[in-house]
């Protein structure tokens, strides 16, 4: 079945250090994979998202490469600011697109 | 944020009773989702919609029913609340057909639910 594993937290950094939030995932066929990144007392929005193995998702200076050889999808930030506390979420979607999995979230608190 | 709303945004209510959550959408989009959020656990599918009147289960769906007489509006019900319903619910549709948004999922701003 599908299902998707991502670190636990919560994750405590200083401002400007570098972030990866690891995410791994089993899935039948070819899923496509997203990130979503949720605010204290928000729903969750989009942060970025790939839809083919190899491909790069980015944005707002997040990325992440969609690795099927090692079925992961982990979510990195150069510099990290207080803005980007939040709770991270990795995502897929399976073949026919029509059910989502989440993992269960990480916790990010940046520090100044 | 894909004119999704979601009412009650808070409820507190008493177990046995019955609780109705609605989820509305402008964009006329055929899939919609409902979630419950529970720390540790992420996101959980309750019952997602295909279409009117075309709705199937999700992982935990026992004590949950919905229904979607049109495209705009997907209810869930609380038949008789349990204290284990507790939890923030999450309305999302998905974007299908082509175009750079294409099977993205946007989210409602949520529900908080308390079952005393």
């Known amino acids: 079945g599908n299902s998707v594993t991502q670190m636990e937290g919560p994750v405590t950094l200083s401002e400007e250090a570098f972030l990866t939030i690891n995410c791994t995932y089993t899935?039948?066929?070819?899923?496509?994979l997203f990130w979503y990144v949720q605010y204290p007392g928000e729903g969750l929005q989009l942060l970025l998202k790939?839809?083919?193995?190899?491909d790069k998702g980015s944005n707002k200076g997040f990325e992440a490469t969609y690795r099927k050889e090692t079925t992961s999808f982990h979510l990195e930030k150069g510099s990290v600011q207080v803005s980007d506390s939040a709770v991270y979420f990795c995502a897929l979607s399976g073949n026919t697109g029509n059910q989502f999995y989440f993992g269960t979230g990480t916790s990010l608190t940046v520090i100044p | 944020d894909a004119g999704i709303t979601q009412s009650p945004r808070h409820k507190v209510t008493e177990t046995g009773t019955p609780v109705t959550l609605r989820c509305h959408q402008t964009e006329n989009h055929r899939y919609m989702y409902w979630y419950r959020q529970d720390p540790g656990h992420g996101l959980r599918l309750i019952h997602y919609?295909?279409?009117?009147?075309?709705?199937d289960k999700g992982e935990v769906s026992d004590g949950y029913s919905v229904s979607r007489s049109k495209t705009e509006d997907f209810l869930l019900t609380l038949e008789s609340a349990t204290s284990s319903q507790t939890s923030v619910y999450f309305c999302?549709?998905?974007?299908?057909?082509?175009?750079?948004?294409?099977?993205?999922?946007?989210f409602g701003p949520g529900t908080r639910l308390t079952v005393l």
């Open positions: 899935a039948t066929g070819y899923p496509s």
């Open positions: 790939a839809t083919k193995a190899d």
């Open positions: 999302a549709i998905r974007v299908a057909g082509q175009g750079d948004s294409y099977n993205e999922q946007f």
């Open positions: 919609s295909y279409g009117v009147k075309d709705t």
